[in-house]
């Protein structure tokens, strides 16, 4: 079996796991990226680092996480001259993180040129969606000039938890409905028929759709307009408190889940009021998926609050009962991949721990030695 690194670098940090076949050889991350004194001056000396304290030898491929592949990347690619500066024409889509990931492959290309670096797109799992569900109804010359309709995000994660979820129940994955709820800082839903992505809640960015973590998720465009005309607010202004000001921190002051949670418990009013939006926004997601693919088989919930927080998994489908969907409070609040619906449920409700990097890793063995 190969040796495959995989690169994750985000806004701040870098991850990396190298892998010998399905052996994690050696993983970590190097944090704050770019804070002066506190860590590395930039992802390439991050990078350098990472590839300096590794043992390569052997290495078949290096898998880069690249946020966005536009229209033009639809599926894992070797990366060449071409294909990196059709990347970087993609930045304006992703500022905060496709620059960030070009940085990485740039780095791994000059310390491993013989060594094939390949770019898997967190969009590219959702090439699939149907025009109707990719369209936004705007002008249609402005959208396709400028490159607006629905891309969605965390493809990785959404792919590696259907086909887990599959597994896990032992069913044929092509023949599987399923709907997977991705929840951490960044959160959204997928709707995936037999393997194919037909409907998610990220748009054009991240922003679009559930309550995150520091995002607002799905909003009235208006109040961008009356931000701007009322409050003189300008266009940076209101993408940073749409983007790092709201969702759970915006309603509560705290971000995480397990904060907000605690004071909920404690009787908070706004930590009540924020978990009851978090979670009824998610249960509108299922409701309008499940009418969407006709038929539901599974439900999994996935990421740090998914994976952690019986209290949201319960909230979230407690009046779905009507559609056959139910959670067992005893498997709830178990531990590890698990079906967490009652035995004989219509639907199977799962939790399972999601894994980026080894779905990054098999693409990237799928591009360079062919599909096993």
Do not use: W
């Not at 071409?82 to 290309?109: Q, T």
């Not at 003189?232 to 000001?245: E, K, P």
């Amino acid at each position: 079996m190969s040796r495959v690194l995989v690169l994750n670098c985000g806004s701040s940090s870098v991850k990396y796991r190298l892998y010998d076949g399905e052996e994690i050889l050696g993983s970590g991350t190097v944090e704050r990226v770019g804070e002066a004194g506190r860590g590395p001056a930039d992802h390439e000396t991050a990078v350098r680092q990472i590839l300096d304290g590794l043992d390569l030898g052997g290495l078949a491929a290096v898998g880069h996480r690249v946020v966005h592949g536009g229209r033009r990347f639809t599926e894992p690619v070797v990366v060449d001259d071409a294909v990196f500066s059709a990347i970087e024409e993609i930045v304006p889509l992703a500022p905060l993180h496709n620059p960030a990931n070009l940085a990485g492959i740039r780095v791994a290309r000059e310390a491993l040129p013989g060594v094939p670096q390949v770019a898997v797109f967190d969009t590219a799992f959702h090439h699939t969606l149907p025009e109707a569900a990719a369209t936004y109804a705007i002008d249609r010359a402005t959208a396709e000039r400028y490159g607006v309709r629905r891309y969605g995000f965390h493809g990785t994660s959404h792919a590696y938890v259907s086909r887990r979820t599959a597994q896990l129940l032992g069913r044929p994955y092509e023949e599987l409905n399923t709907i997977t709820l991705h929840l951490g800082n960044g959160a959204s839903a997928c709707a995936v028929a037999g393997g194919r992505s037909v409907a998610t809640s990220m748009g054009m960015s991240p922003l679009e759709g559930l309550v995150m973590g520091t995002r607002s998720g799905d909003l009235d465009p208006t109040v961008i307009f009356h931000l701007r005309r009322e409050g003189g607010m300008t266009v940076d202004d209101i993408d940073d408190l749409l983007n790092h000001r709201s969702g759970l921190l915006g309603l509560t002051g705290a971000n995480d889940m397990r904060e907000v949670q605690a004071r909920y418990e404690a009787g908070d009013a706004a930590a009540t009021l924020a978990f009851d939006v978090y979670c009824r926004r998610i249960t509108g997601y299922v409701g309008a998926y499940y009418a969407l693919l006709g038929r539901v088989d599974a439900i999994t919930f996935t990421a740090g609050v998914g994976q952690h927080s019986p209290e949201v998994r319960a909230a979230t489908l407690a009046n779905l009962g009507r559609l056959g969907i139910a959670v067992d409070p005893e498997r709830n609040a178990g531990s590890g991949d698990r079906v967490i619906s009652p035995d004989g449920a219509e639907v199977a409700v799962c939790v399972i721990a999601t894994d980026e990097e080894r779905e990054i890793a098999r693409e990237t063995r799928t591009v360079v030695e062919g599909p096993h």
